[in-house]
């Protein structure tokens, strides 16, 4: 029967002891391991959360740069295709200019030597003119020493006066 | 070199050894050796029952082993309260190992309720009431070890929580944070629906308390040995912490469903209230059947592992060769024994937690 019957000894200091111990366990033990085993599984939750949004972010991030490559592939394109485009303007355009600039050059060119032409031709009927007068002068000199021929001309002259 | 080493820590180790058996020795009175010699010629049978009763019940000192007849214990304080002779305090070595009468107090050595404890009489020999007894005895001091060892445990622990926050365990805290989760998770947020964090720190003690005072129990010398966990009086305060902690939290549909419980036919509740009587019951049944299943659990695998040893000692009396032969087997025996009690160790553990967990449930559980 011993076995089976408290002792009161016994069951005092379990009682004594054993709440002292449930208390300062409690207290000093259970509470910080329990709130350290929460924040750690916390802590641990929003890494993983936070990796995964990184890793999200981050195939957002590398699609975005693809549309960017892609983007800046095609705007490159298109600006070869517009330089291409512009040159063969520009060209043209200079062609055209070119034509414009030197058919006015002809032109004037042409005038210019329409003009040179048209003096030279004055002149050298000028200068026909007074190397007929002056000839003419030398001839009449010659011929008009006589009054015989002083007449004769005279006269050619007087007729030409009256045909005119 | 290594041999020599190997030497010189053995060298060390017996010393040590030496040392210790001295100290502990000069406990003990020196005149013992010489009066246990007169009784030693008339040499007991042995007796397995005595043997083993004495070994799973308490005791006023701590036995370490006997030497020739003489034995070497630790002598634990003795304090008694007598309502005649008011309060006593003195070591146990003054029994000399229960065979001296001390001041007016012997140990009682008759078959009986008192066999074992500490009777006061008078000088005319008639026997006084039991004194008020919480005498340090060799359970209460393991009490009281254990509980100092789970305090340094776990607030060293707990230390090693605050150092290395948010990083992985190391070391102790390692070893034991699988045990902590598991109670947290599988036993408590399992089975409490409700503010189960308000019962964490219960359930992780009981269930360390019991864990660690098996495993102390299967430790054959000091400072195991002691059947804390196999001893009715610590089971008791056990089961009647969870009893109290049930009782307070219980909510109103708990009580309740313990006068009218919901699906039992009316014929069951009036006019002779069977079903209330027996949730009533229950409520006591339920620790009570927590205190018995422990105690009878761990007390059962000490007996059965020195009902083995005893084997030996059976045989040794009729023949010293089959005592050496037997031994053999015994041994095996107790080595499986042995490894079987640190599963029951466990279980036990885990099912007082578990079970008192479940009471908790039951008690806060909102009605359907």
């Known amino acids: ?164 | 070199m290594k041999i020599m080493q190997q030497t010189n820590k053995r060298l060390l180790t017996s010393i040590l050894a030496a040392l210790f058996v001295i100290f502990l020795g000069n406990f003990t009175y020196a005149q013992e050796a010489t009066e246990h010699a007169e009784q030693a010629h008339e040499k007991e049978p042995f007796n397995p029952g005595t043997y083993i009763i004495e070994h799973i019940g308490d005791s006023y000192e701590w036995h370490i082993f006997t030497y020739h007849d003489h034995h070497v214990s630790l002598p634990l304080p003795v304090i008694l309260y007598s309502e005649h002779t008011g309060f006593h305090f003195f070591m146990s070595s003054k029994f000399e190992h229960g065979h001296k009468k001390y001041n007016r107090f012997h140990i009682d050595h008759r078959a009986g309720a008192t066999k074992g404890k500490i009777l006061e009489t008078l000088s005319d020999g008639t026997t006084l009431e039991r004194p008020w007894d919480v005498s340090i005895t060799k359970n209460t001091l393991s009490l009281l070890l254990s509980l100092i060892f789970l305090l340094w445990l776990f607030i060293s622990i707990a230390n090693a929580y605050k150092r290395n926050k948010d990083k992985a365990p190391k070391g102790m805290q390692s070893l034991l944070e699988p045990l902590i989760l598991f109670i947290r998770d599988d036993i408590a947020k399992a089975s409490i629906a409700h503010h189960a964090e308000k019962y964490i720190p219960y359930l992780l003690s009981i269930f360390f308390f019991i864990f660690f005072n098996n495993l102390f129990g299967l430790i054959p010398i000091i400072p195991g040995g002691a059947n804390l966990t196999g001893n009715i009086a610590v089971t008791m305060v056990l089961a009647i912490f969870t009893f109290i902690i049930t009782s307070v939290n219980a909510n109103k549909s708990y009580w309740k469903h313990l006068i009218d419980a919901p699906g039992v036919p009316w014929w069951l509740k009036f006019p002779l209230p069977l079903m209330p009587l027996v949730e009533i019951m229950g409520i006591f049944i339920k620790p009570f059947v927590l205190m018995i299943r422990l105690f009878a659990n761990i007390t059962a695998g000490h007996i059965i592992a020195l009902g083995f040893f005893s084997l030996i000692f059976i045989f040794g009396n009729l023949n010293m060769y089959a005592g050496y032969g037997i031994s053999i087997l015994s041994i095996a025996f107790t080595v499986f024994m042995t490894v079987l009690e640190f599963l029951v160790a466990f279980i036990q553990a885990y099912v007082f937690a578990l079970l008192s967990a479940l009471y908790f449930g039951m008690a806060t559980e909102e009605s359907h």
């Open chain 1, 1 to 164: 029967m011993g076995l089976v019957t408290p002792d009161f000894g016994l069951l005092f200091w379990m009682i004594l002891s054993f709440s002292i111990v449930l208390f300062l366990l409690k207290k000093f033990a259970w509470k910080p391991i329990l709130s350290a085993l929460k924040e750690r599984e916390d802590f641990i939750e929003q890494a993983l959360q936070s990796a995964e949004k990184a890793k999200e972010e981050m195939s957002k991030l590398q699609a975005s740069n693809e549309k960017i490559i892609k983007e800046a592939r095609n705007e490159r394109d298109r600006l070869l295709v517009e330089a291409r485009e512009v040159k063969a303007t520009i060209i043209n355009d200079a062609k055209e200019q070119a034509t414009v600039e030197g058919n006015k050059m002809i032109e004037a060119a042409k005038r210019a030597i329409e003009n040179e032409k048209a003096s030279a031709l004055n002149e050298i009927k000028n200068s026909i003119a007074n190397l007929s007068i002056e000839i003419a002068e030398k001839i009449l000199k010659e011929n008009l020493s006589s009054s015989v021929n002083q007449q004769k001309v005279m006269d050619t002259y007087l007729n030409e006066v009256k045909l005119n």
